[in-house]
């Protein structure tokens, strides 16, 4: 079959080019949590998050985009078929994003339900650097 290949794509470091899409969003939340460790460090969070506070819909989407992650292995083991984890590298970054967007991570008047995001960013950030691992991509800290 005919493959074709946009090279000025490929070389592009914008979110039209899911690569850097994908790595920029584990960049982010890196930064995210780099960012957080200094701003909070004068506060007091709780030494294990309570996950339970993640009630947002946006929060509860991006668990069930990480969850996918063993299901989809599976599949693109059985069907030969890596593509399903490019698209599921996509779609989790992207989830990543909407949650961000409409949740605040840190806020020092509410150190419970901080610590609980910060939670769900390292998760989000595990989840994506094993992502690009299986497909043989960097997942840098900075970018």
Known sequence: ????????LAKEQSDK??????????ARIASILRKASEAL?????????????????AE??????????????DQAVRDLAP???TYYAQDLAST???FYRDCKVVDADAPALTA?????????????ARTLELMGMSAPESM
């Open 1 to 8: 079959s005919k493959i074709t290949l946009d090279l000025d």
């Open 17 to 26: 080019n899911p690569v850097f899409y994908v790595q920029y969003a584990h």
């Open 41 to 57: 460090a004068a506060v007091e969070l709780p030494s294990v998050p309570d996950v339970q506070l993640l009630r947002h819909p």
């Open 60 to 73: 509860l989407a991006l668990i069930r985009k990480m969850l996918e992650l063993p299901v989809v292995i």
């Open 83 to 85: 593509h399903h984890l």
């Open 96 to 98: 990543f994003s909407l």
């Open 116 to 128: 609980a995001r910060l939670q769900l960013c390292r998760a989000a950030k595990i989840t994506l």
